[in-house]
């Protein structure tokens, strides 16, 4: 295993929670009146998303949790199997609120997407075998 790939590892997903902890990773809208909207963000551990219907972002904060684990637990190993999986389904879980509420999705829940998607990248990367 390559020294960038056994040091990119735990770090992304850790990045991605830092991310996630701030209130800027959900957008949701209000309707008080006929005529005004009053936008509140949220962070992704916020079960106040989670309550009107837009599950993708919290689950993707349990899943990059159990993502770090996975990923310091497996660093002295080469395969990743584990890591792979759960960085590929954080990842969908982050990107679902694009596909059927795409205006919860903010800048922030950009970055962390793409954060999620090079922690699948290298998760993917063969490991290297010194003979």
């Not at 909207?37 to 219907?53: D, E, I, K, N, Q």
Request: proline share 8%.
């Amino acid at each position: 295993m390559t020294n960038l790939r056994r040091l990119a590892l735990p770090l992304l997903p850790a990045a991605a929670l830092v991310l996630e902890a701030l209130p800027f990773g959900v957008r949701m809208v209000f309707a008080p009146g006929p005529e005004t909207r009053a936008v509140t963000f949220h962070a992704f551990f916020s079960f106040l998303p989670f309550g009107y219907g837009v599950f993708g972002p919290v689950i993707a904060a349990l899943l990059t949790v159990f993502l770090l684990i996975a990923a310091l637990l497996t660093r002295k190993q080469d395969r990743t199997p584990g890591v792979t999986v759960l960085s590929a389904a954080a990842l969908l879980a982050a990107v679902s609120p694009l596909f059927y509420v795409p205006d919860t999705f903010t800048v922030c829940g950009g970055l962390i997407c793409v954060l999620l998607a090079l922690e699948l990248a290298f998760s993917l990367l063969p490991e290297r075998k010194a003979d």
